[in-house]
DNA sequence: GATATTGGATTTGTCCGACATACCGGCAAT
DNA sequence: ATTGCCGGTATGTCGGACAAATCCAATATC
């Protein structure tokens, strides 16, 4: 029947994961195939009766892997008519699994990366004053864990890395927003892919430690300084931004939605 | 075995929406339970045997159920130990069907109204200035819709709450940043939600119409004036913040995450 | 000839029963 | 005290069957 069987079987590999349950697993192969654009908007996904003979695997299991995605927002089901991709705008971008479907698949479309950077020039600045004002002792001490990892590691470990998206958690988590911590996970892990991106794409040599710029925004945030904590986040990010440009990633043309 | 058995066939009555699916209607039952603090963080779910045995629904329908609320970060599930409710920062509090369970279950507690206005003064200013940057003719028209409807309609009627959800939303999309129209449903269904709390609360005679507010800031977006947008969205959201204050739902006090 | 009805085909939705797998906790052997 | 075995329990997977919804086309009606 449909074109697409033969595509299934070739693609779509149980055994890659063994450690991992089967629902989640084809969760994890259509969810990146879905964001990485192998199946557009509209389109519809494998009839289960196809993926069922072509793999092999039970409906049920095919299910349930369709349905964490009905809740991400990326599928609609209507009977008869098949499981279509919703459009772009109904998906959860900023849901942690999203998030990693895009950077695994290959690397993400520039007008993500640069949304996503948008994204924080919004949030952090703000989340930096609000964490100036609200910050514990508890919340300090994540602070410095993440500035002395930062101070005593190379920028090309991934200790380094791993030190940064703390840092820029912890901000979130100071904040004491529950909103804003929801977001947590699905931002820092797209923090984490792009610094990652960018030194793995082009290992500048040259580019300094920006470590100093992340313990004025601390030493703000334990002074209770809301003003002098945004001020110098949004300097953070901004120098992250440029950072970033004259890199293969970016164009800094106006995002596009749809190609 | 459990007690919480007899809970289960008392609260949730399938016949309630012959309309919907039935694994839809189990996750809106449960996901309700959850974020009203039925069930706590790490408390488990009805087993699925035993919501087998108590409501008669066959286990593949609960269980595709819980793969909605899986993939929305709400539950986790560990062969043996049972389904659990995941902690709240886990969440993802901005999708839209958590919104919805939110306002639904009752009103929702302080913190989470609280940080949704904070969220939207931290969103919708910013996003007023890329939509001067960026917006379409079309974008235009959907304003000067929604103002319309603003202008003509009394403050409490439906459809004067529809328009006001209609400008927020119009904000979002001129923005053209695909990530923040990715959060355009969570928000603008908590926007509709809080502002009619707000005026079933406390339906205040001498609250104005705040529509010459808003065209204001229709009028700098149209312009092509990003710093205008942005100066007078965020009067906007203070105002609507100010407004806030001194009804039912607001303490002022700092967010709390855990009780 | 245009419209309404009906029936079949197709795909998702639900149900059932069985077995597999992972994991916890207790028991026993080293 | 540690290690390893073993049974119980809850989730994970499987296979088959039928129900419900809906599209499409042939047919009946005006």
Redesign the pocket.
């Given at each position: 029947?449909s074109d697409k069987s033969n595509i299934i079987s070739t693609v779509f590999d149980a055994s890659d994961r063994p450690d991992k349950?089967?629902?989640?697993?084809i969760a994890d192969w259509l969810g990146r195939r879905i964001v990485s654009g192998a199946i557009e908007p509209d389109e519809?996904?494998p009839?289960?009766?196809d993926f069922?003979a072509e793999t092999?695997?039970?409906?049920?299991?095919y299910?349930?892997a369709?349905r964490r995605l009905v809740g991400k927002g990326m599928l609609v089901?209507?009977?008869?008519?098949?499981?279509r991709v919703a459009p772009r705008e109904k998906w959860s971008l900023l849901d942690p699994d999203v998030v990693r479907w895009s950077f695994e698949s290959g690397a993400p479309p520039d007008w993500y990366i640069r949304a996503i950077y948008e994204l924080r020039a919004m949030i952090e600045p703000p989340a930096a004053a609000f964490a100036a004002e609200r910050r514990s002792e508890d919340d300090l001490q994540a602070f410095r864990d993440a500035l002395h990892s930062m101070r005593y590691c190379d920028m090309t470990e991934e200790s380094w890395h791993n030190a940064d998206a703390s840092f820029h958690r912890a901000i979130l988590i100071s904040s004491h927003n529950p909103v804003l911590l929801s977001l947590e996970a699905g931002i820092c892990a797209a923090v984490a892919f792009t610094t990652a991106f960018r030194y793995r794409d082009m290992p500048n040599p040259h580019t300094r430690n920006p470590v100093e710029e992340h313990a004025a925004v601390f030493e703000r945030i334990e002074a209770r300084d809301p003003v002098g904590a945004r001020r110098l986040m949004t300097e953070l990010v901004d120098t992250a931004l440029l950072d970033s440009r004259g890199t293969t990633v970016f164009d800094l043309g106006l995002p596009t939605l749809k190609v």
């Open positions: 029947m349950r089967k629902n989640e697993s519809t996904v009839k289960e009766m069922l092999g695997i039970s409906r049920g299991a299910r349930e369709l089901t209507r009977t008869r008519s098949g499981t």
